[in-house]
């Protein structure tokens, strides 16, 4: 199926007669596969593949993309028919198992991108090598992030593992992340950031932890990050916040703590956040308690209406005098204080 006969087709004539084949290359893709050799790129979408098709490939193929196909295993030696490769994007397939040190014969890869296969465990080695920039995971079934995946001085700056099964990720492998601009963990089972693990990530301008189990956050976690713009926190379990929690995020622009349990804000957590997009702060369905600990929250309110996301929106669950009661609406005496 992958011989070079047949994949001369009429196709490959004309790219011949054009001179734009590879002239020191067996001129030949996989008859399934479109190949597009003046830049290098080759594009197998939604063909019956079971195995990965590096006899085919262009030895000086850059750009590979297999995706909706039924393979199921990625090895060192299946990469090694394409040294050039810098970019490789394997969207949901049916990937079980990829080997170690899978990447040592593409030393020039920067982009992986395994979003939406079958993969479990990861082993050793399995992203060394080569000098990877971006990382996707995404849509996976990994229970376990391993240090161990990761050469120690990555430069890794775009790391996406949302949508897997992970209940933690280890300091040891964070520690070796110190070029990362984007993490994003979301839609995970994650309950906890250990203290300071995040302490390395100097340079984050993104963060995504939304859609996890996380009921608390250490003070410390966001604490080396004067560049994060964008934190995402939606759909946890957050009952309370520690009072410093933002206070180096003078830089954030956006701010999701949506659908959390929240009952209170503690006075002066907001007040860092100086840099806010408009309808850049979501507070809704959080099951706020409007009694007098809630002045900073109304105040806060009342002050930066036009930086809250459905400001009117943000309703008290208790007192039952006052539940359902949008927190801006409130007066004084509701709010038992004393003038
Ligand atoms: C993958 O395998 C399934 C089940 O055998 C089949 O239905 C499907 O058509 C295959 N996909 C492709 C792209 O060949
Ligand atoms: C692939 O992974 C599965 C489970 O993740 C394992 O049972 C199987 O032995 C692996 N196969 C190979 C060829 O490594
Ligand atoms: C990261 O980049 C630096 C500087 O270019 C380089 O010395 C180092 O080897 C790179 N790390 C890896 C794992 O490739």
């Known amino acids: 199926m992958f011989s070079c006969l047949l994949a001369m087709k009429p196709r490959c004539y004309l790219l011949i007669l054009s001179l734009a084949c590879f ?29 990965y098709p590096s006899q085919g490939l262009p030895e000086t193929t850059t750009m590979l993309t297999i995706q909706f196909t039924n393979i199921t295993l990625l090895t060192e030696q299946h990469l090694n028919a394409t040294p050039s490769l810098t970019e490789l994007h394997l969207y949901s397939n049916q990937l079980q198992n ?66 897997n099964r992970l209940t933690e990720v280890p300091a040891s492998l964070l520690q070796k992340l110190s070029q990362l601009e984007n993490l994003d963990l979301s839609n995970n089972k994650l ?22 189990k996380l009921d608390t956050l250490d003070p410390s976690v966001f604490q080396s990050m004067p560049n994060l713009a964008y934190l995402f926190l939606t759909r946890n379990k957050l009952n309370k916040l520690p009072p410093n929690l933002f206070q180096m995020l003078s830089r954030l622009q956006y701010l999701s703590l949506e659908d959390n349990q929240l009952s209170h804000i503690p006075t002066g957590l907001l007040d860092p956040l100086v ?19 809630m002045e900073y929250l109304w105040r806060w309110l009342l ?10 929106s943000i309703t008290c669950a208790k007192p039952p005098s006052l539940a359902g009661r949008s927190v801006l609406s409130l007066t004084q005496s509701e709010l038992n204080l004393h003038s």
């Open 23 to 51: 002239s020191n290359v067996v001129l030949c893709c996989p008859a399934i596969c479109k190949c597009y050799p003046q830049r290098a790129e080759v594009v197998c979408n939604e063909v019956p593949l079971t195995e």
């Open 275 to 293: 840099n806010l997009d408009e309808d850049g702060l979501d507070l809704t369905v959080n099951p706020f308690v409007c009694d007098e600990k």
């Open 98 to 163: 990829v080997s170690s040190h899978l990447l040592r014969g593409v030393p020039h890869l920067h982009t992986l991108d395994l979003t939406g296969n079958k993969l479990n465990e990861l082993p050793a080695g399995v992203f060394s090598h080569a000098q990877l920039r971006n990382l996707v995971l995404k849509k996976n079934q990994i229970q376990k992030a391993e240090a161990d995946w990761l050469p120690d001085n990555s430069n890794l700056t775009w790391l996406d593992v949302s949508g």
């Open 191 to 212: 309950e906890k950031i250990a203290a300071n693990s995040l302490t390395i990530l100097t340079r984050l301008e993104r963060l995504n932890l939304q859609n996890n």
């Open 303 to 312: 002050k930066n209406k036009k930086k809250v996301f459905l400001a009117g």
